[in-house]
């Protein structure tokens, strides 16, 4: 199973006994995987489609904890190549139907069919309604990338306004999202580790949390060993070549005017270079009595890099 899926099992297993929490998690569920079908006469009915078993069950548990009669659960199979489930939970009744979206704030006028795709106000005036609110929407339609690979969280919607009203929505609970069109399709997302981990804890998934943060801590450490290694072979590359240079302007010294002819200072760091081509600059310098400082080494580098192309300006 995929990391989203766990989540979403984690999610739909929640136990929801206030009458308010319920009807904004159902509000969550409507504009991500809800459907209105007009029978004629201004009547209608309403259905939730769903690929994920757990998320049908708790819909229709929901449903059934609110209206009790006329719900339905049908299973279909995808046209698609893979032929999933699909899964439709069904409240057959009108007026169940029109009280539903009453209850949601789905409906502006009470004679006039007109759907709001705003959230309404009073389904998310405390934070266990927005919590309950989120975590509907997620189910309906909600997506999170294994965190081993990328931090990525979204909600697909096709409405425009109420990606701009959840957007609005997850700001309130300081979670800055962004929005996206893909083709058809409004997709709100979150792309920061942190703001993921704090969503999924706030709509309840405490196992998903610390599994995100687990993969998330292993992510990060690997990321610091590999500055740390990137850093140490650029630095000892820098080093090595830096000695071989060092080490083509003592021979170069070496095979004209001889060693001898260099000071005494010069002479010793230059022998000591030979013998060793892998040593720091420190290390050279720990080689001196008295002891010389990494700049002391440097210094008398230089001085032994200038003699040389000093040499090779007169061969020329």
């Known amino acids: 199973m995929s990391f989203s899926t766990d989540i979403k099992d984690e999610l739909a297993r929640i136990k929801v006994k206030d009458m308010g929490e319920m009807i904004s998690e159902l509000a969550g569920f409507m504009p991500m995987c809800g459907r209105i079908h007009f029978c004629g006469n201004q009547r209608y009915t309403l259905s939730f489609i ?15 904890a609110l209206y009790h009669d006329h719900i339905t659960v049908e299973v279909r199979k995808s046209q698609q190549l893979k032929r999933k489930n699909i899964y439709h939970i069904q409240l057959d009744d009108y007026d169940l139907s029109r009280m539903f979206l009453d209850d949601i704030g789905f409906l502006k006028n009470e004679n006039v069919f007109m759907p ?28 999170l990338s294994n965190p081993a690979k990328t931090y990525h969280m979204e909600f697909i919607t096709r409405q425009s306004g109420f990606a701009q009203a959840l957007k609005a929505l997850l700001a309130s609970v300081h979670l800055k999202a962004n929005i996206a069109k893909r083709k058809e399709e409004f997709v709100v997302y979150l792309k920061e580790a942190e703001m993921i981990s704090d969503l999924l804890s706030l709509m309840g998934a405490n196992q998903g949390v610390l599994a995100f943060e687990d993969v998330r801590v292993m992510k990060d450490m690997r990321n610091q060993v590999n500055r740390l290694v990137n850093c140490e072979t650029a630095n000892l590359s820098k080093t090595i070549n830096a000695s071989l240079k060092q080490i083509e302007d003592i021979k170069l010294i070496e095979e004209t005017v001889g060693l001898e002819a260099l000071p005494d200072s010069l002479r010793e760091i230059a022998k000591n270079r030979l013998l060793n081509p ?5 290390e050279l310098g720990e080689m001196i009595e008295p002891t010389v400082g990494k700049s002391g080494v440097s210094h008398r580098l230089k001085k032994i890099q200038s003699i040389a192309n000093k040499i090779r300006g007169e061969n020329k």
Do not use: C, M, W
């Open 116 to 143: 709001n795709d705003q959230i309404h106000p009073y389904l998310v005036r405390r934070d266990s309604l927005k919590r309950a609110f989120l975590r509907g929407a997620f189910l309906g339609s909600g997506t």
């Open 50 to 64: 769903t690929e994920h078993s757990p998320t049908s069950r708790r819909i229709f548990s929901l449903l059934k």
């Open 278 to 282: 892998s040593s720091s600059l420190k």
